[in-house]
């Protein structure tokens, strides 16, 4: 028979009211052994295990990718605490086409020249991106790609032969602005407070994208501060041509199919 335990300060020992007889009188009772005492280290891994089943912030179960696009964002732009940039990993046409670095096609826009210029286009990246309405993972990352595809599509075409870099997510920011934009005109759960906004979005970022392909200038130059480099104009419309375009074939891809 096994005896009852019962708890104590430092662990379960047994309870010799259980165990058995009481000792004679006049002499210790011994037999109220400590059975087993916690060790630091369980304790320890006690407090993890407590501490990973917390609830994690609510963007992080909505969309689960934005943990790896920060995780990205910092290790490539970990050279601005230095007052540096990664310059290895901007676009240069010269750099792919004449010396083969064809990583820079899928790295320059996690690629930023300052913090401001990473502070700006983060920002407004990330904003957009968890403001989508589109449920799901494979479209969002679509918008994602068709926007920097597009971008650089423009920009390269604008400079082929030029020694100019691109790097940053503002053409990116740009296609999801209007792809989020249309979203809130369609989607059957917008009143008409949001509908209007999707408007003036939408005729915003065109208006803006189009003025800056066609002038070569920045539309909010003001807001440079000599501290976003040597700004491609054109690769903003490059980004809401891309993200349109891939918001089209999705939508149309899903009409297509039966049922």
């Known amino acids: ?14 309870c010799p009211a259980e165990a058995g007889p009481a000792a004679p009188a006049g002499q210790s009772d011994t037999r109220c052994a400590v059975k087993s005492s916690p ?5 320890l891994l006690r407090l993890v295990f407590d501490t990973a089943a917390l609830p994690w912030p609510r963007w992080t179960r909505e969309r689960p990718e934005l943990v790896l696009f920060v995780a990205l964002l910092a290790i490539f732009n970990l ?46 990246f990330l904003t957009l991106y968890y403001g989508l309405f589109e449920m799901s993972l494979l479209r969002r990352v679509a918008y994602v790609v068709a926007g920097a595809a597009g971008s650089l599509a423009c920009s390269w075409a604008s400079a082929a032969n030029s020694s100019q870099g691109l790097c940053g997510l503002s053409g990116i920011a740009h296609g999801l602005m209007a792809v989020s934009a249309i979203e809130m005109i369609t989607s059957p759960s917008s009143d008409r ?23 070569g200038r920045m539309f909010f130059a003001f807001l ?25 074939i999705l939508r149309r891809a899903g009409d297509s199919k039966p049922g």
């Open 39 to 43: 060790s630091a280290t369980s304790e």
């Open 1 to 14: 028979m096994i005896a009852n335990a019962v708890p104590s300060k430092h662990g379960a020992r047994l």
């Open 224 to 248: 440079d501060f000599g501290m976003l480099g040597d700004p491609v104009a054109v690769s903003h419309a490059g980004g809401v041509i891309g993200g349109l375009t891939m918001m089209l």
């Open 193 to 215: 407070a949001m509908r209007r906004i999707g408007w003036w979005s939408f005729v915003l970022v065109v208006l803006k994208g189009g003025f800056e392909a066609l002038s």
């Open 79 to 124: 050279p601005l605490l230095f007052g540096d940039c990664w310059r290895a990993m901007m676009f240069q046409s010269l750099a792919v086409t004449r010396g083969g670095e064809w990583w820079r096609l899928l790295t320059h826009p996690l690629t930023h020249v300052t913090w401001y210029h990473l502070l700006l286009d983060g920002t407004a």
